[in-house]
């Protein structure tokens, strides 16, 4: 299987620069996934889609203002770090741009000195790991230095930088938004759950995989890179009565899709359990959770679109896609949404 299968031609002029005033005015593209038979809809009637005793599964992580920049403290070279997940305590894996400016035992400072980050050691493609020092609270002391890791496709300043933050963002952790939740409001979620539909809360703290492209030939070769996940036993029972009765778990995102099938593949049922996964979907995976998924529209060759294609196919996902660019939908982070049941 080639990366290059999964290419699809995209105009720039197609990649939202900007989200939309209100949230559900985004458009959404309904796909059956076994037929391919494709309706184009807008956002907030999503609830059409939806079946009284369906249980909707939405990632409630929050966005860390995980871009810094400062300054080498022996040279004064300018440094940006972009945090991706905390290992432990103060210790944090980072992307570091340059990163050849920045070896073991450099100390970068910012904000005058109010934090610093010190190299502990070197990883691949930019990846340090730092520990960083401090008076004060570590968030409080990010928030007033850091800024929203907008992807690298986005060239346009975020206005309102809560519009990179689900409406039911909770725990902090991501360096960038599960942006299938990013259509929800808050009264669509109300009368989602006033039809019957039990919504549930997961935590997947979205890290390096969003900003990674496949660069192998080879798509099984591809290394995802691991990413935090919690469930709680309150979830994992309603999950559970779901699948006993035969009703539909629908995710939104793949960040929601990942986590899901990361615990129904390792332990064969949901449960309680916080962990690391490092799960890559592509076709030819069984789904072993899910029944359908709201998703956004992806990067050609990424591994989110290989995700959507095994859960439908291939063929009728590059076909969907087809229809999405003649029809000028919105693409990635900011764009239009896609319901696949």
Same mark, same amino acid.
């Given at each position: 299987m080639k990366t290059d299968d999964f290419n699809y031609e995209l105009p720039e002029e197609l990649i939202a620069q900007t989200p939309l005033a209100k949230r559900d005015d985004s458009r959404l593209m309904v796909l059956n996934r076994k037929t391919g038979e494709i309706k184009h809809e807008i956002f907030h009637n999503i609830i059409n889609y939806l079946n009284k005793g369906d249980v909707l599964v939405l990632n409630d992580t929050k966005v860390m203002p995980a871009r810094i920049i400062g300054e080498k403290e022996d040279t004064g070279a300018i440094i940006e770090l972009l945090l991706l997940k905390n290992i432990k305590n103060d210790k944090w894996e980072v992307l570091v741009k340059p990163a050849k400016r920045v070896k073991v035992g450099t100390t970068i400072s910012f904000g005058n000195g109010m934090l610093k980050a010190t190299c502990q050691s070197i990883g691949e493609e930019g990846i340090r790991e730092v520990e960083f020092t401090y008076d004060g609270i570590f968030y409080e002391i990010l928030d007033k230095l850091g800024s929203m890791p907008l992807p690298p496709y986005i060239k346009e300043k975020l206005a309102d930088k809560d519009r990179y933050q689900t409406v039911y963002a909770k725990h902090i952790g991501s360096a960038a938004a599960p942006t299938a939740g990013?259509?929800?409001?808050?009264?669509?979620?109300?009368?989602? =759950?006033? !039809? &019957?539909?039990?919504?549930? $809360?997961?935590?997947?703290?979205? &890290?390096?995989?969003?900003?990674?492209?496949?660069?192998?030939?080879?798509?099984?070769?591809? !290394? *995802?890179?691991s990413e935090f996940y919690q469930m709680t036993k309150e979830v994992a029972e309603v999950l559970n009565k779901a699948k006993k009765d035969g009703r539909r778990i629908v995710s939104v995102g793949t960040t929601s899709t990942?986590?899901?099938?990361?615990? *129904?593949? !390792? $332990? &064969?049922?949901? !449960?309680?359990?916080? &962990?690391?996964?490092?799960?890559?979907? $592509?076709?030819? $995976?069984?789904?072993? =959770?899910?029944?359908a998924q709201i998703t956004n529209f992806h990067l050609p060759k990424s591994t989110l679109i290989m995700l959507v294609s095994a859960f439908a196919s291939k063929e009728i996902i590059l076909n969907a896609y087809g229809e999405a660019v003649r029809q000028k939908y919105r693409f990635f982070s900011f764009g239009d949404a896609m319901f696949i049941e």
């Open positions: 990013l259509h929800f409001t808050k009264e669509l979620l109300n009368d989602i =759950a006033n !039809k &019957g539909i039990e919504i549930c $809360y997961i935590t997947l703290h979205v &890290g390096l995989g969003t900003f990674r492209p496949v660069n192998v030939e080879d798509v099984t070769t591809h !290394k *995802m890179h990942r986590t899901l099938e990361t615990i *129904m593949t !390792k $332990y &064969g049922t949901f !449960k309680e359990v916080s &962990g690391w996964t490092d799960i890559f979907i $592509y076709p030819g $995976y069984e789904f072993k =959770a899910i029944d």
